[in-house]
């Protein structure tokens, strides 16, 4: 299997993953939105909590010239540990919400 392959495999069963988990109040939906063709993942909560409309992203993952980038993590588990859990290296993780000249301390990928 190529490296795409897998991380495509992996990036799905993360998300399916992330996705399972519910929000324990309001009447909100959690949807895994997994596009392999564009190589872009997600996991969004849509639906109310009392008054309050919810909707928006909770995880925002792209696969972009062979490295999975973390757009976004709203995770009180960092997406970055379950992506090493599943055997993706460091050097293969952009931490894409950190400003291109901080990822160096990051101990990630810069891009």
């Keep these: ?5 897998h991380y495509r495999a992996i990036l799905k069963r993360v998300i399916e993953k992330y996705a399972s988990y519910k929000p324990s109040h309001g009447k ?3 949807e ?7 190589d872009h993942y997600e996991v969004m909560h849509i639906g ?3 008054e309050r409309r919810v909707h928006g ?5 792209d696969l972009c010239n062979e490295k999975i980038w973390i757009q976004y993590d709203g995770t009180s588990w960092p997406v970055a540990d379950a992506l090493m859990a ?3 290296p460091k050097e293969d993780i952009v931490l894409a919400f950190h400003p291109e000249k901080l990822r160096k301390y990051t101990g990630y990928a810069i891009k």
């Design 32 to 38: 895994a939105i997994v596009d392999p063709l564009r």
């Design 1 to 5: 299997m190529d490296k795409l392959t």
């Design 48 to 50: 109310w909590d009392g």
């Design 86 to 88: 599943e055997g993706v």
């Design 28 to 30: 909100i939906d959690t």
């Design 57 to 61: 992203a909770v995880i925002h993952l």
